[in-house]
């Protein structure tokens, strides 16, 4: 079964950092673009940042300048480093993929989510 996997999050003090890591794991063919996506509750989710395979980024204009998305193909993970936090980062943070597993369609893969809280 193919997934993505995450890890990290926390509770943070304002101006603290903090990083996510996520891994796809199983029979994977391919990944194309990975990114990160958070939601609080009553909000829709929106995306925070996204990397392509070659590593052209795009950010949210909420979190330029203090978010950097990364990734490593050879490892199939995708990681987002969160400086300077503000409480209105508080969120549950979703890992995504579009990801073709061997023999199967590409889709795209939601990671379980894991909650970032920023408060002093």
């Known amino acids: 079964q193919v997934q993505l996997v995450e890890s990290g999050g926390g509770l943070v003090q304002p101006g603290g950092s903090l990083g996510l890591s996520c891994a796809a794991t199983?029979?994977?063919?391919?990944?194309?673009?990975m990114a990160w996506h958070r939601q609080t509750p009553g909000k829709q989710r929106e995306l925070v940042a996204e990397v392509a395979i070659g590593g052209n980024t795009n950010y949210a204009d909420a979190v330029k300048g203090r978010f950097t998305i990364s990734r490593d193909n050879t490892k199939n993970m995708v990681y987002l480093q969160m400086n300077s936090l503000k409480p209105e980062d508080t969120a549950v943070y979703y890992c995504n993929a579009q990801l073709a597993p061997r023999y199967g369609p590409r889709m795209s893969y939601w990671g379980q989510g894991t909650q970032v809280t920023v408060s002093s």
């Open positions: 199983g029979s994977i063919f391919s990944i194309g673009t």
